[in-house]
Nanobody, 124 residues
Framework: QVQLVESGGGLVQAGGSLRLSCAASGRTFSSRALGWFRQAPGKEREFVAA????????YYADSVKGRFAISRDNAKNTVYLQMNSLKPEDTAVYYC?????????????????WGQGTQVTVSS
């Protein structure tokens, strides 16, 4: 079992930055790929970024590539999402997720564990 708790969301102006954190419980954290997804009102949950078990491989949605960076600290059982140059269209609830896989995947069906989400609002 893995439990995930996100933090770090908030209100920021366009062009600003936020760093989301996701703290995980469970002994198998370091053997799982992790991901961040987001869901805006009236839209489906979409993939944002993923990182493999070691942190050596990352994968991003085209919409955030070059602006967001995912990282992990296996010693702290924590995954991060650094978000820079934020845009109003980045406004959404952001979810951390864990998969049984070692390597990255963009498919939300591959993720069996989800956090409760943290709201990110970007004002224009």
């Amino acid at each position: 079992q893995v439990q995930l708790v996100e933090s770090g969301g908030g209100l920021v102006q366009a062009g600003g930055s936020l760093r989301l954190s996701c703290a995980a419980s469970g002994r198998t954290f370091s053997s799982r790929a992790l991901g961040w997804f987001r869901q805006a009102p009236g839209k489906e949950r979409e993939f944002v970024a993923a990182i493999n078990w070691s942190g050596g491989s990352t994968y991003y949605a085209d919409s955030v590539k070059g602006r967001f960076a995912i990282s992990r600290d296996n010693a702290k059982n924590t995954v991060y999402l650094q978000m820079n140059s934020l845009k109003p269209e980045d406004t959404a609830v952001y979810y951390c997720a864990a998969t049984m896989r070692l390597e990255t995947t963009w498919s939300k069906d591959q993720y069996g564990y989800w956090g409760q989400g943290t709201q990110v609002t970007v004002s224009s």
